[in-house]
Structures are given as C-alpha cells and as structure tokens.
C-alpha cells in the first residue's frame, strides 16, 4: 500500500497550490480519503474529508472557502486545492485513507506560506 503527496513547496501568501496524492495497493474506490496537515509541537489536524465516491465533501473551518478537495477514482487520486493561501496554512499535508477499521497514511509534503 503507497499513498504518494506531491504539489508542496513555497508559495507567497495569497497564493494557491494543488497537493495531489497517488494511491496504490488497495481499493481507492472504496475508501474515504482525507488531507490532514501538522504543524511542529501541535496535533494532527483534519483539513478536509472526500466520501468514497466523491459526492460528499467536510472542511475544517479555518480553510472553508479556499480549500477544495476532490477525488478521481479512475486516477486513484485525490487532490486538496489551496487558493488564497495565509502564512498560518504552513504545515505538512498528509493523505489519509480510511475505511472501516484500516486506514493509511501518506509520508507528507511540506507547505510553506510566506507573508
């Protein structure tokens, strides 16, 4: 099993990135994915949720209005898009997937938000 980010890196405040992940070794169709991000010191936090079929999204409420999440399950992707980026969106974004009582992790990619 592989959940790959990629899209990190450094951005001006104000400005947007696309995080995808790849998904591999198990049925992406069938699980929920979502983009959690972390900051050093401080707990995971939750960004934004996909139900399996993509119909049915959640956000965070820091980033509602600027995050979009989205799926493509012939792609066995998921994408977190980031417009209007602040200073304090700085983190390291992962992918997670879950379903039922198995759930995955992806290894993170850095977002750095400079003002």
């Known amino acids: 099993v592989q959940l790959v980010e990629s899209g990190g890196g450094l951005v001006q405040a104000g400005g947007s990135l696309r995080l995808s992940c790849a998904a591999s070794?198990?049925?992406?169709?069938?699980?929920?994915m979502s983009w959690y991000r972390q900051t050093p010191g401080k707990e995971r936090e939750l960004v934004a949720t996909v139900s399996s079929g993509g119909i049915s999204t959640n956000y965070a409420d820091s980033v509602k209005g600027r995050f979009t999440i989205s799926r493509d399950n012939a792609k066995n992707t998921v994408y977190l898009q980031m417009n209007s980026l602040k200073p304090e969106d700085t983190a390291v974004y992962y992918c997670?997937?879950?379903?039922?009582?198995?759930?995955?992790w992806g290894q993170g990619t850095q977002v750095t938000v400079s003002s």
């Open positions: 070794g198990f049925t992406f169709s069938w699980y929920v």
């Open positions: 997670y997937a879950r379903r039922l009582t198995v759930n995955y």
